[in-house]
Structure formats: C-alpha cells, structure tokens
C-alpha cells in the first residue's frame, strides 16, 4: 500500500483523484477498498471479488469499518464492492472508466494478465495508475502496443502476508 500510495502521488494530482475512481479487481473481502477510502479523496472506491466466500465478507467489513469512521467524524470516499466476474460486471467498467488508480493482485492469476492488460487499456483514461504484484507489460517496450508505460518495480519484504517472501510491486501508467 505504502508504495502505491508514494508512486500514485507522484503520477496523479489531488484535484484529478477527487473526480476519479479506486478500483480494486479482484478485491477479496474488500478490506483494501475501505482502507483506500479512509486515506484518499477518491470520488468513489470501488472492489469487486469472484470467490463468493470472500465476497460475502464485503458488506459486512465494510459496514462496520464505515461506522467506525463516522463516529470519529471522518472523512471518506463512497465504497461499493460487488460480487462477480470483473470482464463482466458492467459496473466494473463504469468505475474503470473513471479510475485514476487500480489495483490488481494478479500473483495466483497470470493466465488472465493479457486479458486484464487488454480491458485496462480500453477502458481506463488517460493517465491512470494501474499497480501489481505481476507486470501486465512485456519486457522489452517496442513489444507494448499498448497505451500504458512501465513507471517502476520495488521488491517489498512483506507486501503479502499470505507468500511470506518479497514480492515486486509494478506501477505502470496509462499514457496514450
């Protein structure tokens, strides 16, 4: 989160983050969303989760987390988190046309990157932040016939919990 949250302020300004979208694919039980809504101004911050068991976690999580926020008058950004497949949720696609930042964990995933990297760059504006544990792009950039552009790559120590080894953190940004 830290280094998204650094690299992010680099690449997006405040002004544009309030009239734009979190989004998180593939958002668990959506503890990432609520966090995201509690620390940014983001117009909205939108999670959605295919694996029913962890998206009936969400509402709940985020009920609960919401409630905390208002008792201690804080502020935060509009949360939605849906259950479903994210290349079918219609709703995915309004949020990612208004993302300035998304997340994807996409370690357990690789098969779809291409896929994902294809809907991303149809989808999201201009300037978008899109961050990952796997790089969507490929390594050399006279292959990337995409819209987007490798920004950086940090190995963190502990960004999963559930790997227990140091993962690489890949920020790219939607610049055509």
């Given at each position: 989160?830290?280094?998204?949250?650094?690299?992010?302020?680099?690449?997006?300004?405040?002004?544009?983050?309030?009239?734009?979208?979190?989004?998180?694919?593939?958002?668990?039980?959506?503890?990432?969303?609520?966090?995201?809504?509690?620390?940014?101004?983001?117009?909205?911050?939108?999670?959605?989760?295919?694996?029913?068991?962890?998206?009936?976690?969400?509402?709940?999580?985020?009920?609960?987390?919401?409630?905390?926020?208002?008792?201690?008058?804080?502020?935060?950004?509009?949360?939605?988190?849906?259950?479903?497949?994210?290349?079918?949720?219609?709703?995915?696609?309004?949020?990612?046309?208004?993302?300035?930042?998304?997340?994807?964990?996409?370690?357990?995933?690789?098969?779809?990157?291409?896929?994902?990297?294809?809907?991303?760059?149809?989808?999201?504006?201009?300037?978008?932040?899109?961050?990952?544990?796997?790089?969507?792009?490929?390594?050399?950039?006279r292959m990337n016939e995409t819209g987007f552009e490798f920004i950086s790559k940090t190995v963190v120590k502990e960004a999963a919990d559930w790997t227990f080894?140091?993962?690489?953190?890949?920020?790219?940004?939607?610049?055509?």
């Amino acid at each position: 989160i830290e280094v998204m949250i650094k690299e992010y302020r680099h690449l997006v300004n405040e002004q544009t983050e309030k009239k734009s979208t979190f989004v998180d694919l593939g958002s668990g039980h959506g503890g990432l969303v609520c966090l995201i809504a509690s620390l940014r101004k983001f117009n909205a911050c939108f999670g959605v989760e295919n694996e029913e068991n962890r998206a009936s976690w969400a509402d709940p999580l985020a009920e609960n987390f919401l409630a905390k926020l208002r008792c201690r008058s804080m502020k935060y950004s509009d949360i939605q988190i849906n259950f479903g497949d994210f290349f079918q949720c219609h709703q995915t696609l309004d949020f990612l046309k208004r993302a300035s930042l998304v997340w994807v964990n996409n370690v357990a995933f690789t098969d779809i990157n291409f896929r994902l990297l294809q809907l991303l760059d149809s989808t999201v504006p201009v300037g978008c932040v899109v961050v990952s544990f796997v790089s969507f792009l490929p390594s050399h950039d006279r292959m990337n016939e995409t819209g987007f552009e490798f920004i950086s790559k940090t190995v963190v120590k502990e960004a999963a919990d559930w790997t227990f080894t140091p993962l690489p953190v890949h920020v790219m940004q939607k610049k055509r």
